[in-house]
């Protein structure tokens, strides 16, 4: 079993920019797959980054070039920072991990981007 606890979300202005967390548990987190979700009202949860466990990584075409994600396999984390942030980037963040055919979620982070 596999817990995820996301951290770094709230409220944050057009143009600005925040860095959620997810520690994870587990002794082989260096063998997981981490990827952050979204979901905002009324749509599904969708893709927004993935890090595989040798540090490749994919992004959602909306978030490309301003959404970074990265891993520390010492503080088995993973973080997405997220820079020029947008209206429509409001949603649950959720972070997941993947390793041998299952699938885990943490409890999500709320990012609220308004003036």
């Known amino acids: 079993q596999v817990q995820l606890v996301e951290s770094g979300g709230g409220l944050v202005q057009p143009g600005g920019s925040l860095r959620l967390s997810c520690a994870a548990s587990g002794r082989v987190f260096s063998l997981y797959s981490m990827a952050w979700y979204r979901q905002a009202p009324g749509k599904q949860r969708e893709l927004v980054a993935r890090?595989?466990?040798?540090?490749?990584?994919n992004y959602a075409d909306s978030v490309k070039g301003r959404f970074t994600i990265s891993r520390d396999n010492a503080k088995n984390t993973v973080y997405l920072q997220m820079n020029s942030l947008k209206p429509e980037d409001t949603a649950v963040y959720y972070c997941?991990?993947?390793?041998?055919?299952?699938?885990?979620w943490g409890q999500g982070t709320q990012v609220t981007v308004s003036s």
């Open positions: 997941n991990a993947a390793f041998e055919g299952n699938g885990y």
């Open positions: 890090i595989t466990w040798s540090g490749s990584t």
